[in-house]
């Protein structure tokens, strides 16, 4: 008779360790699904015209600097305190504001007979138009 209590205290006891065994991974995979939305992904959700982009040549070029007004950006969007829609030129006009000189890709386009043609392309076929009609 002593062995079934035994038993039945044990099987009561391991019971009670799976039981906790449980709640715990219930806990830690609702933790995460709590924290999972980041600063980061909630100033993307907020970027408008070209605003990823500067976002990504503010991140390659200075990314420890980058990292720190992103995550002030997050906060200040998580707690409601930005709720407009952040373009490139003002993200750029931040970064630069606060001593990050963020570098941008620039092309100048033309318009030639309906179809924009870069500058750099039109100087260099006008150049060439130039050079076959002048007899040396």
């Known amino acids: 008779m002593s062995d079934d209590k035994e038993l039945d205290l044990l099987k009561a006891k391991r019971l009670a360790e799976m039981k906790k ?4 991974i219930q806990k830690d995979q609702q ?4 924290q ?3 600063y980061r992904d909630l100033l993307i959700n907020k970027l ?10 503010a991140e390659t070029q200075f990314p420890s600097e980058s990292k720190l007004v992103i995550e002030k950006l997050g906060q200040l969007i998580h707690n409601g305190e930005i709720n407009e829609e952040i373009d ?6 931040l970064f630069r504001s606060v001593g990050i000189n963020v570098r941008m890709a620039t092309k100048i386009s033309i318009e030639q007979d309906g179809k924009f043609v870069s500058l750099s392309d039109k100087l260099s076929h006008t150049e060439f138009e130039n050079n076959d009609s002048v007899d040396l």
């Open 21 to 24: 065994n449980i709640s715990r």
């Open 31 to 34: 933790k995460p699904q709590a």
């Open 36 to 38: 999972k939305i980041s």
């Open 48 to 57: 408008g015209y070209r605003g990823v982009e500067v976002l990504q040549n």
């Open 88 to 93: 490139g030129g003002k993200l750029l006009a």
